[in-house]
Nanobody, 124 residues
């Protein structure tokens, strides 16, 4: 059973930075497509960023391009999301997700494994 555990969320002022981490169990990590999604209060879960092995190709939502960076450390089975120049509209629960096949997808239904989420709150 694959488990994903996020950490690093918190409260930050607008313009600040946070780095989220997602620790993955199981041997699938290095071959998986990994993604970050977020769910603002009262809204649907939406794609933020994704990364694919082995070439580490990446994809970002337009709303975070130039501000967020996704990366992975396969030796530590850990996925990261560096978030800079945070805005109040980035406030959401952030989820780590993984899928074993195919390319990076922006659709939550295409991901098999999910973490429990970590809250990010950006104050104005």
């Amino acid at each position: 059973q694959v488990q994903l555990v996020e950490s690093g969320g918190g409260l930050v002022q607008a313009g600040g930075s946070l780095r989220l981490s997602c620790s993955a169990s199981g041997r699938i990590f290095s071959k998986s497509v990994m993604g970050w999604f977020r769910q603002p209060p009262g809204e649907e879960r939406v794609f933020v960023a994704g990364i694919k092995s082995p070439d580490n190709s990446k994809n970002y939502a337009e709303s975070v391009k130039g501000r967020f960076g996704i990366s992975r450390d396969n030796t530590k089975n850990t996925l990261y999301l560096q978030m800079n120049t945070l805005k109040p509209e980035d406030t959401a629960v952030y989820y780590c997700a993984a899928k074993n096949y195919g390319g990076i997808s922006t659709l939550a239904d295409h991901y098999t494994y999910w973490g429990q989420g970590t809250q990010v709150t950006v104050s104005s």
